[in-house]
């Protein structure tokens, strides 16, 4: 028998469900076909059925990236005759397969950061399948204008950063068009992972903000399907997110995946803070693993920085090309001490504020005019706005001011590099530079710092006889807001908005003594290496295994309607009382402990009158007076309204204050159950004493 898959997903997509016991008529082949076999074995209804909890044969573990953009880059033929296509290198998404099983099946579902018309869209579709394993997500233009540049870099990626809209001109008002938009494209996403997925041999990993609701779209469909997300940028704290008008929406969507990752413990606990404050949900921490219990389901919370790819940085550093360029630079900057900081363009990554700490620097220590230099490279932003135009005016000019004060024939303390720097180029400035600044204001990881450790140790001296021979060493100047920040001990943390204490940690790690530099390095060396993207995805990977190792085991039902949609799971041993079972017990015990909370259960939570009504108290008398029935209503109310509320029931006990005031019947008198150093005995005593009173 062959793996199970989905030979009529579109028709499923669009709701057109066989009609059971009826002849089906041949339905047309997806274009995307998952699995090999023969044709004719596809149309047996066992094939189709998404509901069948047996197990497939023949199973091949497959992974599904869900992300944004696809790890390919595109661009129109010289002839302008269709497109060409080939790996983006830098991408994560392409880098994390290192970390999986060999013989996992990659498959990637994202958008192309290039606009292909919709007559070149099957087309396309098919050659990305065919070469690279690609699904893409054709977004129509008005909806990928709101979802991108609207919510997620309007709403969503502000907020995540600290930033809050006080008025229309600094982050604008709640835009619902927005949200519907990143719902609409969240769903045109799910559609093409649902196209291609096989639900019970498939694993999906859903990355960043983009994609939050994602989760409800798939799991609505598949109640079984093993689904991990991971966020690369902050969480905020729950006083932020709060803020949010769709807040329970995205925390709700982001409980039905089965993992969800963070790279630092301030993330996960912030997100775990919201879950509490706003849903009521608690999370336990068990042999190391924390999770949410959400309706029956345990949901994994992950905490793993990701790492580099080291084989890509390690294969740069072996470049002819890489060497003459550091030997360039050397000559350019002879005599220099070189401080680096490579940063996009950006609000939040605190290049001003850099600027400024280097020119406290020379003020504070003028023997570093003529001999420290800044280096400053800047990539182009992939945002627009005007806080960001105003950023750009601040930044040049600072730069403008700082070279008119300290520059001289020869010497310019800042070198302003606002253009795409490949990675061949960066690693260069890494190897020269004697320190790296990072001064990022809110930043979810930021991978800068990595690089150049690994850049400064470089490679063998057997494999590059170029490389310096010696101890490597490093330093770091590095904000406390980044998410890298925790993992480098020995890189001097500063508070970027100090721009006196940034200027001297700049200082200190530019003067400090070669030892002491070289073991920091030695120490940071050791965790990047050994913590790579390998290393993460692995360690993710794993998790989503075991959180999701009893999926197939558990009965699952769907409840609930839009974002308020979720799983419930339960053991596959639980049995559901009926009411004639009860009954039947009932009517054959011959002694019976019948305890009643009160709110909730014998007076509705919402109502605002909690006196009991004359049904209740009929009800409970009725009760009360079997000679086999012992009936308690337990509450944390106080004594004197429970007493004065039941007073027509003479038999019933009350348990009051959480148990500690305790009348067996009105015309007994209220017991003290405090909790002292006898509390434990009593407890037990009332328990022998209720079991021998009924």
């Known amino acids: 028998m062959m793996s199970k898959s989905y030979t009529n997903l579109l028709d499923l997509a669009s709701g057109n469900f066989p009609v059971m016991g009826q002849t089906r008529e041949k339905k047309r082949l997806p274009r995307v076909m998952t699995v090999p076999g023969v044709i004719s074995e596809l149309d047996d209804d066992q094939a189709n059925s998404a509901s069948s909890d047996v197990q497939s044969s023949f199973i091949q573990d497959r992974i599904i990236i869900v992300a944004n953009q696809l790890p390919v880059k595109a661009k129109r033929r010289p002839d302008n005759k269709g497109w060409s296509f080939s790996w983006d290198d830098d991408s994560l998404l392409l880098q994390l397969k290192d970390g999986l099983p060999e013989e996992m099946e990659v498959l990637y579902v994202g958008s192309l950061k290039v606009d292909v018309d919709p007559n070149e869209q099957d087309d396309v579709s098919q050659l990305l399948l065919d070469r690279f394993k690609c699904v893409p997500a054709f977004l129509p233009h008005d909806i990928l204008m709101k979802f991108y540049h609207g919510f997620c870099k309007q709403h969503l990626w502000p907020l995540f950063h600290y930033m809050l809209p006080f008025s229309a001109n600094h982050g604008g008002r709640f835009d619902r068009s927005l949200w519907e938009a990143y719902v609409a494209a969240n769903k045109i996403f799910s559609q093409r992972v649902i196209e291609v997925i096989n639900p019970e041999d498939d694993y999906v990993w859903i990355h960043d903000y983009h994609l939050m609701v994602l989760p409800t779209f798939l799991r609505r469909r598949f109640n079984r399907l093993r689904m991990g997300f991971f966020l690369h940028s902050p969480f905020p704290s729950s006083e932020i997110y709060r803020t949010l008008p769709v807040r329970e929406e995205i925390l709700k969507a982001l409980l039905n995946s089965d993992l969800i990752g963070f790279h630092t413990f301030d993330y996960a606990r912030h997100f775990l803070s919201c879950c509490s404050r706003m849903l009521g949900l608690e999370y336990q921490s068990k042999r190391g693993y924390i999770g949410l219990e959400y309706y029956g389901r345990t949901i994994g919370i992950k905490i793993m920085p990701v790492g580099i790819h080291m084989a890509q940085i390690e294969s740069v550093l072996r470049l002819a090309d890489k060497e003459w360029r550091v030997g360039e630079l050397k000559q350019q900057f002879e005599g220099k001490t070189v ?236 049995r559901k009382l009926s009411i004639d079972h009860i009954v039947s017990v009932y009517l054959r015990s011959k002694n019976r402990a019948i305890l009643l909370d009160y709110d909730g259960t014998v007076m509705p939570q919402t109502s605002h009158n909690k006196t009991p009504s004359a049904e209740v108290i009929s009800i409970i008398n009725t009760l009360s007076g079997d000679i086999k029935n012992a009936v308690f209503v337990v509450s944390g109310r106080g004594r004197e309204s429970l007493g004065k509320w039941f007073s027509p029931c003479k038999k019933l006990g009350i348990a009051a204050e959480h148990g500690y005031f305790m009348r067996w019947s009105a015309n007994d008198e209220w017991e003290v159950c405090g909790q002292n150093n006898e509390f434990g005995c009593q407890l037990i005593e009332k328990v022998i004493l209720l079991n021998e009173h009924i």
Not at 382 to 408: H, N, V, Y
Not at 417 to 435: G, K
Not at 523 to 543: I, L, N, P
Request: glycine share 6%; aromatic share 10%.
């Open 339 to 574: 401080l680096l900081g490579v940063d996009d363009m950006d609000v939040f990554k605190g290049v001003n504020l850099k600027l400024l700490a280097m020119e406290q620097m020379l003020k504070l220590h003028p023997k570093w005019k003529g001999r420290a230099v800044l280096i400053q490279i800047t990539n182009p932003a992939r945002g627009r706005g005007k806080d960001l135009e105003e950023i750009e005016a601040e930044i040049q000019a600072s730069c403008k001011r700082i070279k008119e004060t300290f520059g001289q024939p020869g010497y310019e303390p800042i070198v302003f590099i606002d253009r795409p720097v490949s990675l061949n180029e960066r690693v260069a400035y890494y190897t020269i530079a004697e320190c790296v600044v990072v001064t990022a204001v809110r930043d979810g990881m930021n991978l800068t710092p990595y690089e150049y450790i690994v850049c400064r140790q470089g490679v063998s001296e057997s494999e590059s006889s170029s490389e310096q021979s010696g101890p490597k060493k490093s330093m770091l100047v590095v904000s406390e807001f980044i998410g890298c920040s925790p993992s480098l001990s020995g890189a001097i943390r500063v508070n970027p908005w100090n721009i006196e204490a940034t200027a001297e940690a700049m200082n200190e790690a530019i003067s400090m003594a070669d030892a002491e530099k070289q073991l920091r390095h030695e120490k940071h060396y050791r965790y990047v290496s050994s913590h790579d993207v390998a290393f993460w995805s692995r360690s993710f990977f794993q998790d989503m295994e075991r959180t999701c190792k009893d999926h197939f085991r558990r009965r699952c039902w769907g409840i609930g309607f839009s974002f308020g949609f979720r799983v419930v799971a339960l053991d596959p041993n639980f």
